[in-house]
């Protein structure tokens, strides 16, 4: 016969095993929720992932054609100028190849990018700014029909002040400066509105049609932002107030531009606050 001891002890082993079954049962169970709900998560993220990267690239789309912002102020004292040469193509004119810089190159992707979406879908030529900050305008541009003129730079702006464009040439004329900027960290992408100088050249060279070899002869020639020749300047590359302005020997443009620097309403300069450019400039021209 057997002991009470020896009953209490399998009523308690069975009690035990029962328990561990019990505890095994729900462990199991909560692993395999844990297992079900790991997909679920992970589809979440990725669909939160996915349309972040859409909003984003709907975002840069509608930068290509932002609404241009007036600044009509002249420039401070201390803005900081930066010179641009315009060279006309020239045959027989050894010039080099200028190859698109890492900023054109990521542009015009965004550009067929957009297009593919069916965003601002319009055809695009650039123009990789070199050593200078110089420009060459090649024999096939003479052919364009172009619509808009957009010169391109990426500054860096790392105590992220408020950073304006002027044109010299403009403002002394109290015409306003046509630009839009966005911000990606400590860089500033800038956009300054190029067409009246287009125009201005193909007007003075009598038209689209007769762009080409016209641009060669475009010599002592001084162009207001409204297309019309003003007065013929001998051998001059650029005036006193910013104008552009053509070289009998050379045959370049120039063009003064300056960045107006400020923060809180107060001006800064642009140097001391860190701001530079971070790529050579590039000019995108769109047409028909």
């Known amino acids: 016969m057997s002991s009470p001891h020896v009953w209490i002890a399998l009523f308690l082993l069975s009690v035990m095993t029962s328990d561990i079954a019990v505890y095994g049962r729900l462990m199991s169970l909560r692993t395999t929720q844990e297992e079900a709900n790991k997909p679920t998560l992970g589809t ?31 420039p401070q004292d201390d803005a900081t100028p930066i010179h641009l040469r315009i060279r006309p193509f020239s045959p027989g004119v050894s010039h080099g190849l200028v190859f698109p810089g890492k900023s054109l190159f990521n542009f015009v992707r965004r550009v067929y990018h957009c297009c593919q979406q069916r965003i601002n879908c319009r055809s695009v030529k650039g123009i990789q700014g070199h050593t200078g900050v110089e ?13 808009s003129a957009e010169l391109h ?6 105590q992220h002040v408020n950073i304006r464009p002027v044109l010299p040439s403009l403002a002394k004329r109290n015409l306003p ?31 689209a049609t007769s762009w080409g070899p016209s ?34 020997m050379h045959n370049v443009l120039e063009l003064g531009l300056v960045l107006d620097c400020s923060q809180a309403g107060s001006g800064v300069s642009c140097r001391s606050s860190g701001v530079h450019l971070s790529h050579t400039p590039f000019i995108a021209l769109y047409y028909k």
């Open 177 to 207: 400066t046509r630009y839009s900027s966005w911000t990606r960290g400590n860089t500033l992408e800038l956009r300054v509105d190029l067409q009246f100088l287009f125009k201005s050249l193909q007007e003075a060279a009598g038209g």
């Open 215 to 248: 641009l060669v002869n475009m010599r002592r020639v001084a162009l207001s932002p409204r297309g019309a020749p003003l007065r013929e300047k001998p051998h001059a590359l650029q005036d006193t107030d910013g104008d552009v302005a053509g070289d009998g």
């Open 44 to 74: 979440d993220v990725l669909k939160r992932w996915r349309r972040e990267i859409t909003e984003t690239h709907l975002e840069r789309c509608a930068q290509l054609s932002a609404p241009w912002l007036d600044h009509a102020h002249a």
């Open 135 to 147: 420009f060459l305008l090649s024999r096939d541009i003479s052919l364009l029909t172009i619509v």
């Open 153 to 158: 730079l990426q500054l860096s702006n790392p």
